[in-house]
């Protein structure tokens, strides 16, 4: 599906789709939005290595961003339902923080 966003760091790969990104946005700065929870803070250059990160595989997904950054994020994380805070790594403004806002 198509995000809609050009902005720097905008998702070239989304396989959940348009149902996670209604149920559970992130907003981060510049009013654009990255969806998910991260596993780990660090960038990722490939899936396989992303998913040895993941504690549960089959909920485990690798974003490969137009701008050349890789994040890894596992869908459904509850460590805080209500709010909490993810980052992800943008080759041109470093980690960057989101505010959950589910």
């Known amino acids: 599906s198509v995000l809609g966003l050009h902005a720097a760091g905008e998702l070239s790969v989304d396989p959940e789709g348009d149902v996670n990104r ?6 981060r700065k510049n009013n654009t939005y990255i969806f998910g929870a991260v596993i780990d803070t660090k960038q990722y250059n490939t899936e396989a290595e992303c998913r040895q990160k993941c504690r549960d595989k089959k909920k485990c997904r690798f974003y490969t961003y137009k701008n050349g950054g890789t994040t890894c994020y596992l869908q459904g994380h509850k460590s805080n339902v209500n709010q909490s805070v ?12 989101a505010i959950k806002l589910c």
């Open 22 to 27: 209604r149920k559970c946005p992130f907003l």
């Open 86 to 97: 993810a980052t992800r790594f943008d080759p041109f403004n470093g980690w960057v923080s």
